[in-house]
């Protein structure tokens, strides 16, 4: 047991998140290992009665969950009110924020029930093609340690920000005003309970669980989005970097080692493709998000005053974890480039006898650019990350300007 924790494998970055998101009901399936050592879907295909029941009772508690969740993305969304005479750009970035959160979860929740069958495409492709217990892998505990993080920081968040009903509130009421902290940098400190509600009873105690657990699917399914984003990057960037590596370290004298060489980058590029065939519109709704919430909320982050000191240092944390995910993403690109690069200029001596077009392999490489992409919209390297930053100083300081201004 304890040696399988120090076990250093490629696809455990997606095995084992899936897998405890599974078991906090925030996700349908397992991956499971075959006796063929290749991974499959862990569905419902026993027969006895206890464990089909078992699956069906877990597939409706996380379908449930993530309906909760998505009725409260999409409440906020419908809540969002503005003026026709506003003229702060601030106002409708709110709006395009609420928008993109919501179309952020649904693909995320998208994913999870009908991307099963690339997921474990992807998982196949890691275990066949990479090796296996390198260094440049973490190992089994700490890819553990990364939903246990996410996931944990979720249960904090939510025993912070929930906040008690009154005495008067019905339970419609709470339906129809429910929010997301996401979009609350004010709701920070523990809302206690006063004496008084301690009598109220049934009626009071229904509507504090129904708030409860409106606030911990959301929150949870948040956090289970980013689980999954950080760790598939992370996955992609391990991978291009030892590739990079063998490619530095092993020079080409031959036609059989670049063949070799060759070989490892189309397997790069394969799953390259794979991910962004499997995440590509997660991608792309998880950078509009991040852009659209830092565009509003970066100055919470800058101006430190010491009030609401909980949700301003979680935005920072998270601030760096979405920095940490861009900058992962551009250095897949640039490491993708710097490969090409050194397959396109290698020299060596080729036999009369070969049939190794070199020129044609060449113009296929130089023709081919390789990174995580938003769905075909934009590829996510370092010109487009400073296209971001640009964007999101601007905006900062728009918003400074206006708050001084009284708008």
């Known amino acids: 047991m304890i040696r399988t924790l120090f076990e250093r494998r490629l696809e455990n970055l997606i095995i084992i998140p899936f897998n405890i998101l599974h078991y906090a009901g925030q996700c349908t399936f397992q991956i499971a290992k075959t006796h063929q050592q290749h991974y499959i879907l862990e569905e419902i295909k026993a027969k006895s009665n206890p464990r089909i029941f078992a699956g069906i009772l877990h597939r409706i508690i996380c379908g449930t969950l993530e309906a909760l969740a998505l009725f409260v993305y999409c409440s906020e969304v419908l809540q969002t009110h503005l003026s026709q005479t506003s003229n702060n750009p601030l106002e409708y970035l709110r709006i395009f924020l609420r928008a993109c959160t919501c179309i952020h979860h649904f693909n995320f929740v998208h994913l999870v029930w009908t991307g099963k069958p690339k997921l474990v495409k992807v998982v196949n492709h890691v275990a066949t093609k990479f090796d ?17 993080i996410f996931l944990g920081m979720g249960i904090i968040d939510v025993a912070v920000v929930h906040e008690s009903p009154t005495r008067n509130e019905t339970l419609f009421d709470i339906l129809m005003d429910i929010n997301s902290p996401l979009f609350n940098p ?13 009598t109220i ?14 606030l911990c699917s959301c929150v949870m399914l948040s956090y289970s989005a980013d689980t999954i ?17 063998l490619l530095q370290r092993s020079p080409i004298h031959s036609e059989e080692n670049f063949s070799i060489m060759m070989n490892k980058y189309l397997d790069v590029c394969t799953l390259i493709d794979l991910l962004n ?4 519109c997660l991608m792309l709704t998880y950078v509009l ?15 430190f005053d010491g009030e609401c000191a909980y949700t301003k240092v979680k935005m920072s944390i998270f601030f760096i974890l979405t920095c940490c995910v861009f900058y992962l993403c551009a250095e897949i690109a640039a490491m993708m480039d710097k490969s090409k690069f050194i397959l396109i200029n290698s020299n060596f001596t080729k036999s009369p006898e070969s049939q190794l077009d070199l020129i044609s392999i060449r113009l296929q490489l130089s023709s081919h650019t390789y990174g995580l992409s938003g769905n075909g919209f934009f590829l996510i390297n370092y010109s487009f990350v400073s296209t971001v930053c640009n964007t999101l100083l601007t905006y900062f300081i728009i918003s400074v300007q206006f708050q001084s201004r009284g708008l």
Do not use: M
């Open 201 to 214: 009873g049934i009626a009071y105690l229904v509507n504090y669980l129904a708030s409860l657990t409106f």
């Open 229 to 245: 984003i950080f760790s598939i990057v992370l996955l992609l960037y391990l991978t291009t970097r030892s590739h990079l590596r």
């Open 277 to 280: 065939e499997t995440i590509s």
């Open 186 to 198: 004010e709701a920070c400190e523990l809302r206690k309970t006063g004496d008084a509600y301690l």
């Open 132 to 148: 296996k217990g390198q260094h440049f892998t973490l190992p089994v505990w700490g890819i553990i340690l990364i939903p246990v």
């Open 289 to 303: 998000e991040a852009f659209s919430f830092y565009s509003v909320y970066l100055k919470e982050i800058a101006v």
